[in-house]
């Protein structure tokens, strides 16, 4: 089955530190162009990166911007979004998606999307 698992969300205090993982079965990976987006509560989806099917070409959300940085390993099937210096506006639940081969991350044109994994920043 094609199948997107997002893990290592948790709660960590303002300006800490988390490594989000996007791990991929049933499908060719590589070819895939991979996006993280967040929803928080009460508020509609957004997206946050993407990066491209090499990993050469990424970008970000404004508000995350210096903060997260997204990355793959296409031999593990993986992609990471570190996220630094969090701030309690950062609390969401994470999921990632993935596109055949797309220079960008439209969230409704992504084709297979995770559970998702909450993130809380809290003190």
């Known amino acids: 089955q094609l199948q997107l698992v997002e893990s290592g969300g948790g709660l960590v205090q303002p300006g800490g530190s988390l490594r989000l993982s996007c791990a991929a079965s049933?499908?060719?990976?590589?070819?895939?162009?991979i996006g993280w987006f967040r929803q928080a509560p009460g508020k509609e989806r957004e997206g946050v990166s993407c990066?491209?099917?090499?990993?050469?070409?990424?970008n970000y959300a404004d508000s995350v911007k210096g903060r997260f940085t997204i990355s793959r390993d296409n031999a593990k099937n993986t992609v990471y979004l570190q996220m630094y210096s969090l701030k309690p506006e950062d609390t969401a639940v994470y999921y990632c998606?993935?596109?055949?081969?797309?220079?960008?991350?439209?969230?409704?044109?992504?084709?297979?999307w995770g559970k998702g994994t909450l993130v809380t920043v809290s003190s």
């Open positions: 049933g499908f060719t990976w590589k070819y895939y162009t």
């Open positions: 990066i491209s099917t090499s990993g050469d070409s990424t």
């Open positions: 998606a993935a596109r055949l081969n797309s220079k960008t991350c439209p969230e409704g044109g992504m084709t297979y």
